[in-house]
């Protein structure tokens, strides 16, 4: 089975830099694509990016100046570094797995397992 | 800008039928957005029910299932029980980006 989670400072002061690290375990993190999604409180979620094991990525256009996401093979572990934060990066984090599956006659978008999600608050 | 739409609040009996949709600000939704569906319970992370439109996980129950109707992608709950009481979001793909809709409430009254 595997596992997500999300570690990292739960309170990070205005305009520093928030960086949250997601450990997988019960599987390697080759061939799957790794996301980062986040909720501000009492709202829905946002996709913020994601990195491919060999460090490819995407990010959301909204967030993409001030978002780097990185991964660490040999950790099993893939970060995320968000800049110059504001309360309006008040959310929780969650890590997830995305899985691009091609079954010989057709393609398939499947994201399956979640971290538990962390809170970070932005407040000085 | 990208713009998900989903119901923000469905309410439906215990043994009835639900039916959530999910549209594109692009234009209808095809198998090519690879729609996907989550369930979120209060204070809990979200957990994965439907992906690439139709399919399910191996935790999902039979209950669930996902289709294409009308341009949008369908989440359809047949004999609802109280534990479905959760938000739903779905999850379109374009290209290389990801956007979630805003979710729905779903009450079992």
């Known amino acids: 089975q595997v596992q997500l989670q999300e570690s990292g400072p739960g309170l990070v002061k205005p305009s520093e830099t928030l960086s949250l690290t997601c450990t997988v375990s019960?599987?390697?993190?080759?061939?799957?694509?790794w996301s980062w999604i986040r909720q501000p409180p009492g709202k829905g979620l946002e996709w913020i990016g994601y990195?491919?094991?060999?460090?490819?990525?995407s990010y959301n256009p909204s967030l993409k100046s001030r978002v780097t996401i990185s991964v660490d093979t040999s950790k099993n572990q893939f970060s995320l570094q968000l800049t110059s934060v504001t309360a309006a990066d008040t959310a929780i984090y969650y890590c997830?797995?995305?899985?691009?599956?091609?079954?010989?006659?057709?393609?398939?978008?499947?994201?399956?397992?979640w971290g538990q999600g962390t809170l970070v608050t932005v407040s000085s | 800008q990208t713009v998900v739409t989903q119901e923000p609040s469905l309410t439906v009996s215990p043994g009835g039928t639900a039916t959530l949709t999910c549209a594109s600000s692009?234009?209808?939704?095809?198998?090519?957005?690879?729609p996907n569906w989550f369930q979120q319970k209060p204070g809990q992370a979200p957990r994965a029910l439907i992906y690439?439109?139709?399919n399910k996980h191996s935790w999902t129950p039979a209950r669930f299932s996902g289709s294409l109707l009308g341009g949008k992608a369908v989440l359809t709950l047949s004999g609802v029980q109280p534990e479905d009481e959760a938000d739903y979001y779905c999850?379109?793909?374009?290209?290389?980006?990801?956007?979630f809709g805003g979710g729905t409430k779903l009450t079992v009254l």
């Open positions: 990195i491919y094991y060999d460090g490819s990525t």
């Open positions: 690439s439109t139709s």
């Open positions: 692009t234009g209808a939704v095809t198998s090519g957005y690879y």
């Open positions: 019960g599987g390697s993190i080759s061939s799957y694509y």
């Open positions: 999850l379109l793909f374009y290209g290389g980006a990801q956007v």
């Open positions: 997830a797995r995305r899985v691009y599956h091609y079954d010989g006659s057709a393609y398939y978008l499947i994201f399956d397992y």
